[in-house]
């Protein structure tokens, strides 16, 4: 782990020490208030509930540590998302979104920003290197992209785009801000599901967008004061807990995962194995540059439907369901959703299981 990481995530722990008087308690107490006593509207502190929470600036605070940056939390990534996005366009402009990342932000910008008259242009990942971003006005990127796992040098792109007079606004969610910092390689906004790795249980949804252009993060929290985007204080206080020990399940988890990439790499049954952290894989370039690891997530292929759901319907240890991050290895055939992917293919998402139990398991669903 970097040093800088190291320090964040110690820091992080002890953000509350500060401001805590004697008898308060040390984790942040879950505030369910709509209305907060308001003798005088000068006079400062909270006020109304859609403004803001005592429990959101908890996980807000862990979350601008983490991102070095001011972040708004949200109650989803969506929430996230759309707010970004409201934030920084309008009509006229060039939206340019990856055409093989996670499918709700294409939805969302067909469905309802190209009706407010906004150029959806969707381009699979691997043409961000090379593409002329001249007249856009945001640059969306994902990388390593969910699920195909194809990266994007974020720096070059940034430069690029933000040269075309873009802003480039880099969804996260699939390395969190200890394995990837979109923010200091140059992205204006970064947006991010805390419904994966970083709450991390499959207990709550959560969002955050984090940046470091005032005005910007200004447009992003009046978004969320006027759409009334808000997060509840409970899963605030989900998102917190779970943020707690992001690292250390991540520690386990991406190190498991180079260890069952390997392993199934080799297995007969498996095809086109993607997982960045191997030599060999397409996005390998990136890992130990702009991603300290490989991560946790792996793509593969078997036969067909079939196969696939039969692997995962026999394997003890994974969960058959969609998300990933969770402390559960979790797997699914994203053909089900309608992803462009083979009928075959699983995105495996590796949990905190101690990984030879696991891989135990994995080999005797394999061999069926
Ligand atoms: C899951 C996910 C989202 C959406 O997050 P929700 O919390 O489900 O709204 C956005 N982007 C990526 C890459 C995701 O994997």
Redesign the pocket.
């Known amino acids: 782990m970097p040093d800088d990481t190291a320090r964040r995530m110690a820091q992080l722990l002890h953000h509350r020490k500060p401001a805590l008087a004697q008898g308060d308690p040390v984790v942040p107490p879950i505030v369910a208030a709509a209305t907060f006593h308001l003798p005088s509207v000068q006079s400062g502190g909270q006020f109304y509930g859609r403004n803001g929470n005592p429990t959101w600036d908890a996980v807000e605070a862990q979350l601008s540590i983490l991102e070095d940056a001011e972040a708004v939390s949200f109650p989803?990534?969506?929430?996230a998302?759309a707010a970004a996005l409201f934030a920084t366009l309008k009509t006229r402009d060039r939206l340019v979104i990856p055409s093989d990342?996670?499918y709700?932000?294409r939805v969302l910008s067909d469905g309802f920003l190209r009706p407010l008259g906004i150029e959806v242009q969707a381009i699979p990942t691997a043409s961000y290197a090379t593409e002329d971003f001249s007249g856009a006005a945001v640059v969306y990127v994902?990388t390593p992209s969910?699920p195909g796992l194809d990266a994007v040098d974020i720096a070059a792109v940034a430069a690029r785009a933000q040269k075309a007079g873009a802003r480039v606004i880099a969804?996260n969610?699939?390395m969190t801000p200890l394995l990837q910092r979109p923010l200091d390689l140059g992205a204006d906004l970064v947006v991010a599901?805390d419904?994966?790795a970083p709450a991390g249980h499959s207990d709550v949804?959560?969002?955050h967008v984090a940046g470091r252009d005032a005005g910007l993060m200004a447009r992003v929290r009046d978004w969320r004061r006027m759409s009334g985007s808000i997060p509840g204080p409970f899963e605030a206080f989900l998102a917190h807990r779970g943020i707690e020990t992001l690292e250390v399940r991540l520690e386990r988890m991406c190190t498991s995962a180079a260890i069952l990439a390997d392993r199934l790499a080799a297995a007969p049954q498996v095809r086109k194995l993607r997982y960045p952290g191997l030599r060999g894989d397409p996005s390998h370039w990136a890992v130990g540059g702009q991603m300290a690891n490989g991560g946790f997530l792996i793509g593969f292929e078997l036969a067909d439907a079939s196969a696939a759901e039969a692997f995962l319907a026999r394997c003890a240890l994974i969960e058959q369901s969609t998300?990933?991050g969770g402390t559960h290895s979790a797997g699914e055939r994203r053909a089900r959703w309608g992803d462009g992917v083979a009928e075959g293919f699983i995105r495996l998402s590796v949990g905190i299981e101690p990984v030879e139990v696991l891989w135990s398991a994995i080999r005797v669903a394999l061999a069926g």
Do not use: R
């Not at 989803?76 to 929430?79: E, H, K, L, Q």
């Open positions: 989803s990534g969506m929430a998302i990342g996670y709700v932000t994902e969910n969804d969610t699939t599901a419904t994966k949804l959560f969002g998300s990933f």
